[in-house]
């Protein structure tokens, strides 16, 4: 989904429910009078809707599955062949098989059925797939008929019904294969699955459709997983106050340029940037060596640990250009021990790999780490969080035993808190992956919570204001210091103009 991240108050639901939740709501539905049939009607009639939108009349084959996710399949199917469209239907199980809605749906459909036999039917003219077999019900791997029949298609486009067959919506991760589709149309609420890696990626172009299930209608439990938003952190940010001084906008220190890392500076340099850009009142960097930077920016030879013991800092980075070592390990701790906002990127995490348990021991304050899936796996091997997993039960486990809020970056970058909600960016321009994009990351939300920010509000915030940034600067050419230099004009459009 190719979002507009400067909008201060793009137009989606922000809640992602499992399947689980997902059935509970169904079921709700329907105690509340909602009948199954008419869901399912609205369902499948928008799938035919969408797919006319997109493509023009052409040979479809509709393969509708054993439960409700086929019913989709077999209304989408009929609104098709209303519409003048040659369509094929393909069942997986005989109609006899069939119960509920999608039974009753099925005896509307008056033309041919193709029952699946064997290594399943010839494509002849097909020309797209609509790919109603499984959807939230799918509870083991597609039957293998099944999935080689669909890896030999896949030059053709495929249309998904509520997720690619075979992809777990609650994780993003399939159930051992999953289909590339072109496009996924989904119904009332997005699942965790059609923003987190793989599943994103396969979804394809995704649509929300709204069948009419009121918002009250909610899952019994806690929903702990949420797509970011600026209403989720907007009122956080704010502007400088009338009576404020540089000392009450917060005081950053940043590790730099240590030896150990040849003297390299420049990510450092780039986080301080991002950091005064986002109202942090002074930046300090703490670096051996003498470095020139914009005036603005103060550079102290002192030692790390002289800096940490003045206790003047509202907020510390550590890892651009620190070195993987020892020292700074040490740092780290000395940081941390002080109970000020701490972030911790790149070289910081690294250098704690196969020891993260003495970093958790030693975490007194807020705390931000931000992983990339490199970093995670080395900082988290050994401890008890699964890394075999997904990304969002990895980022989870790993906040809430760490007691730090992870921001697990990737396409799908997800802030995980220690109370075990995560949020998910929905969308982020690729050319963020580009060398200096973390670095300017980290300072976002250093400065942020140097300001006073909490640490869950500064991450979902950053993340958002660099991706912002990113989309900004445009798909080609960037580089990391077009984003620093973007985000006052980013910050403008969503710091609150009441505030002022
Ligand atoms: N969200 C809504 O309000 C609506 C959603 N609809 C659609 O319904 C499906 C979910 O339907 P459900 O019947 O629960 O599950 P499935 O269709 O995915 O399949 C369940 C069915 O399949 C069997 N099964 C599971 N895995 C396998 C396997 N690997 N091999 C063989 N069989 C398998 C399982 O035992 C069940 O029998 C949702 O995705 C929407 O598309 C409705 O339209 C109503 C509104
Ligand atoms: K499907």
């Keep these: ?18 399947p689980a939740q997902m059935g509970a709501v169904d079921a709700q539905a329907a105690l509340a009078g909602l009948v199954v049939f008419d869901l399912m ?18 040979p479809v084959l509709v393969l509708c599955g054993p439960g409700n996710n086929g019913g989709d399949g077999w209304v989408a199917a009929r609104r098709l062949r209303d519409a003048g469209w040659p369509v094929r239907l393909v069942s997986l199980v005989p109609l006899s098989a069939l119960t509920g809605a999608a039974a009753a749906h099925a005896a509307r459909w008056s033309a041919p059925v193709e029952v699946w036999e064997g290594a399943g039917p010839s494509l002849g003219e097909t020309a797209l797939i609509v790919d109603a077999l499984f959807g939230a019900g799918l509870t083991r791997p597609l039957p293998p008929a099944v999935r080689r029949w669909l890896a030999r298609t896949t030059a053709l486009p495929l249309v998904a019904v509520d997720v690619p067959s075979g992809l777990d919506g609650g994780t993003g991760v ?6 590339q589709a072109a496009l996924t149309v989904t119904f009332h609420r997005y699942k965790p699955g059609h923003f987190i890696m793989p599943g994103k990626s396969l979804c394809g172009d995704l649509h929300l459709i709204d069948i009419c299930i009121p918002a009250n209608i909610r899952p019994p439990d806690r929903i702990e997983t949420q797509l970011n938003h600026p209403r989720l952190w907007q009122t956080a940010l704010r502007p400088p106050r009338l009576a404020d001084h ?28 991002a ?21 603005g920016t103060m550079v102290t030879t002192k030692p790390w640990a002289d800096a940490c013991a003045e206790k003047r800092a509202t907020g510390f980075l550590l890892g651009p250009g620190n070195g993987v070592s020892p020292a ?49 796996a080395r900082l988290f091997a050994g401890t008890p969080v699964d890394l075999t997993q997904g990304r969002l039960s990895r980022a989870r486990q790993a906040a809430r035993w760490m007691g730090a809020t992870i921001v697990l970056k990737g396409p799908d970058t997800l802030i995980a808190h220690p109370d075990g909600r995560v949020i998910v960016q929905p969308w982020a321009p ?15 939300i250093l400065g942020l919570m140097a300001l006073g920010i909490s640490a869950s509000d500064a991450a979902a915030a950053g993340v958002w204001l660099h991706a912002a940034a990113g989309q900004r600067a445009g798909a080609h050419g960037m580089i990391a210091e077009d984003l620093v230099d973007f985000l006052p004009e980013i910050l403008d459009k969503f710091i609150e103009k009441s505030l002022y």
């Excluded at 190719?2 to 201060?8: F, I, K, R, W, Y």
């Excluded at 005064?276 to 670096?287: E, P, Y």
């Excluded at 940081?335 to 911790?344: E, F, I, K, Q």
């Excluded at 690729?430 to 973390?438: D, E, F, V």
């Design 328 to 376: 700074t390990a040490a740092a780290v701790l000395a940081a941390a021990a002080t109970g000020a906002p701490l972030v911790l990127d790149a070289d910081a995490l690294t250098s704690f790999a196969g020891d993260a348990d003495r970093l958790r021991r030693g975490l007194a304050g807020p705390c931000v780490l931000t992983p990339h899936e490199g970093e995670f």
């Design 275 to 295: 950091a005064r850009r986002v109202g942090a009142g002074l930046v300090s960097l703490v670096t051996p060596a003498a470095l020139s930077d914009w005036p």
């Design 246 to 273: 540089k000392f009450t906008r917060g005081w950053a220190m940043i590790r730099a340029g240590h030896p150990e890392s040849g003297g390299m500076a420049g990510a450092a340099i780039l986080s301080s940037r």
């Design 41 to 58: 009607d609205r369902a499948g009639t928008e799938v035919a809707e969408v797919v006319q939108t997109r493509w023009t009349p052409r």
């Design 174 to 179: 399939p159930l051992g294969w999953a289909p």
């Design 1 to 18: 989904m190719a979002l507009d991240l400067l909008t201060v108050a793009p137009d989606y639901p922000l809640d992602l429910l499992t």
């Design 430 to 444: 690729p050319a963020l992956a580009t060398a200096g994009s973390g670095d300017v990351l980290a300072g976002i």
